[in-house]
């Protein structure tokens, strides 16, 4: 591929001549780079010697970084487009071939992921808030007046928990468990998985609205939460219900919560594109967010496993309640710590999402 000459139109000519010359210094760094790989998408990356491979990333990044000043200063649109292409390219020469599943999978669990949830740390605890102001909201109408319960709970949904069943129903749903349950839990378990993984997803694709969706979403499944708190504290049942749904509420109320922030993350990357032109933040900032959404629909999976499972056998609350709190300290301690350590191979994906989004 060559680059075409500079035509700018009617651009004046101050214009065109900063083109060619901003082309002129930088061109044999270009052209150096994609004979690299068009050997590589030709042979293939074992072909290529030590000194290659050394200098293979550093002309990748020299060329993004030139892509990044073409296209802040508004140069000819047939180099920016070129170099678009170069850069796309060259990613996959650089990161492609060496990454298999099984080191994805561990480079997205043990350092994506997690710097994915850190960034996003401030829409995590908005999401958080506005879900906690549903819970809130409903405990304390149903804590002075039940019948607000079916206002905010389905009668689907309720099963038949509500203000009119006695205590001891609401109890048995809590520690009765059926002689053949065990066959069913795998099957309940995925039921669970794929509910859940639904509602977070939901959360997310909603943030394309400006995000007004996705806020109320979270509060919506916030007011169910509280009204059966509410319900089972009248009963005297509240930390029964505490025991029953914190070993996998670690995991899904998580999930929930983070699903909401990668939905407001694509609003933000939408409304506030800053510098970028809006097809490019929402590249970089809806990449980020898919991260983040991808790490939780396997948290939804762990909360299903959990709630199908391991809920259903132990009935125990003191172990149910020790199981959480381990729960809850692994998963603190993981999106915390993991990746901290080394550099961010990350950065190099976004920049290359950046390059995708064009002017508009």
Partial sequence: MSVAEPTLGGAPGATRLRSVEFRRQREATWRELEALVDRVERDGLDQLGPEALTRLPVLYRATVSALGVAREISLDRNVVAYLEGLCTRAYFCVYGPKRTLVSALRGFFLRSFPQAVRAHRVLIAVAALVLGAGVATSALLTLGDPQYFHTFVDATYAQGRGPEASTETLRAVLYETDATAAERLAAFSMYLFNRNAGIGILCFGLGFAAGLPTLFLLFVNGLILGAFAALYAQRGLGTDLRAWIAPHGVFEITAVVFCGAAGLAVARALLFPGQRTRRASLAVGG??????????????????????????????????????????????AYLGLAGRSGGDADSDAEAVADVRGRHV
């Avoid at 983040?292 to 056998?313: M, N």
Wanted: aromatic share 4%.
């Fill in 287 to 332: 990449r980020a967010a898919a991260r983040v959404v991808l790490g939780s629909v396997a948290l939804f999976l762990v909360a299903g496993l959990v709630e199908g499972i391991f809920r259903q056998l132990v009935t125990d609350p003191t172990v149910r309640i020790a199981a959480a709190t381990m729960n809850a300290t692994l998963l603190v």
